[in-house]
Each structure stands twice: as structure tokens, then as C-alpha cells.
């Protein structure tokens, strides 16, 4: 069962669509991804692509992001993102937007945005993730110190992003991995959990 980890709804249960259309991302991933993340929350203004659930956004919320914007195309999964951010009481501060990410991007409309928060499907290919945050930063869709994170298979090899984007650290959880990454100019050496790039 997935539930909001902590903050304001800390307990909820979230729905899923219990079909392969979308994979939730596991509780202690989420507990990690959620804690290194609380101090850039704080009235964030958050964007969620590929949402699925919309359990990201929900919890970035729930600890205290201003607003959110959920992207999501498939059709069962809107539904179960819409009826989760109801619950959840956060409808006021969530705009869900039933759309091709990278159509979103193209107008990256309602930032700029403090955090990104991409979990693609493993089948998208990671270039096409790069080219929908190449195009949210050119459209000045992201401030100037965006945190970006980025769900992956961990077997997948690390590739660096397209400028001014840079890849701060992977970290495995199992077999996924999350990619974090900042707009250049802020850039640290990549720490890579796994021990090789």
C-alpha cells in the first residue's frame, strides 16, 4: 500500500492504477529522495513529469511545497492522480495537467519551478528525458538553483546531461537509482554510489 511518508497528510493511503502504465517509486526510496530534499521544499514551487500516482508531488506537498504541477498523459493513471490529490487535501495547491511531457515542456508554463521531479517509465530513452529538460530550462522554466531528480534502472550506464544541467550524484536503491542534478554553475563532482561511471 503506498502512503504519503510525512508532513501535513503523513499516513494517507494513495492509490495506484495496479497496472504496468505506471511504477510508483518504493517507500524507501521516496523516505531517502523526500529527506535530502525537505530544505529546497519549503513554499517550492514543484513540478511532477511523468506523475503517475502523483505520489511525488503529493509529498512534496505534504511537507510544505507551495504549489505543484502534476503531468501525466495516461488516461487510468490521471484518474487515480486526480482522486489522490483530493484526498489528500492539496487540490487548491495542485494543477494537473493532462499532457505529452514533452509538449508540456515546449510551453513550460506556471514556473519557473524550484524542484523537478522526472520518473519516466525505464522505457523511455534517458535522451528524450534530457531533451524535456533541455527545454524547460531554454523556456526559463527553472530557476536559477533547481534541484532536478530523476528516477532510473540502476543498471542503466550514467550519462551526463546537456548544458548548462549538471549531474551532481547517482545513488542506487536496489535495482533503481536516482540521478540528481542542478542548473550549471552550481555543479559538484558526481559522487556514483555504485562505485564506477
Keep these: ?25 518504493g517507500e524507501r526510496m521516496r523516505e531517502a529522495l523526500f529527506s535530502s530534499l525537505t530544505p529546497a521544499l519549503s513554499d517550492a514551487v514543484v513540478l511532477d513529469l511523468w506523475a503517475g500516482s502523483g505520489s511525488l508531488a503529493i509529498e512534496a506537498l505534504s511537507r510544505g511545497a507551495r504549489r505543484a504541477v502534476l503531468v501525466e498523459r495516461q488516461r487510468a493513471a490521471l484518474a487515480v492522480l486526480r482522486d489522490n490529490v483530493t484526498a ?4 487548491p495547491r ?3 495537467v493532462a499532457d505529452d511531457v ?15 521531479l522526472a520518473d519516466p517509465p525505464y522505457a523511455i530513452a534517458i535522451e528524450r528525458v534530457w531533451a524535456v529538460l533541455g527545454r524547460l530550462h531554454a523556456g526559463g522554466a ?47 563532482p558526481v559522487e556514483d554510489g555504485r562505485g564506477d561511471r
Design 142 to 188: 527553472l530557476t536559477g538553483d533547481a534541484e532536478v531528480v530523476l528516477h532510473r534502472p540502476a543498471r542503466e550506464p550514467v550519462a551526463e546531461p546537456p548544458a548548462p544541467l549538471a549531474l551532481q550524484r547517482v545513488r542506487p536503491y536496489g535495482d533503481a537509482a536516482l540521478w540528481r542534478l542542478s542548473v550549471a554553475g552550481r555543479a559538484a
Design 94 to 96: 495542485a494543477r494537473v
Design 88 to 91: 489528500c487535501g492539496f487540490a
Design 1 to 25: 500500500m503506498l502512503r504519503v511518508i510525512a508532513g501535513a497528510a503523513k499516513g494517507r493511503r494513495l492509490r495506484t492504477t495496479g497496472g504496468r502504465a505506471t511504477r510508483p517509486m
Design 102 to 116: 514533452a509538449a508540456f515542456a515546449q510551453r513550460a508554463d506556471d514556473g519557473p519551478f524550484d524542484v523537478v
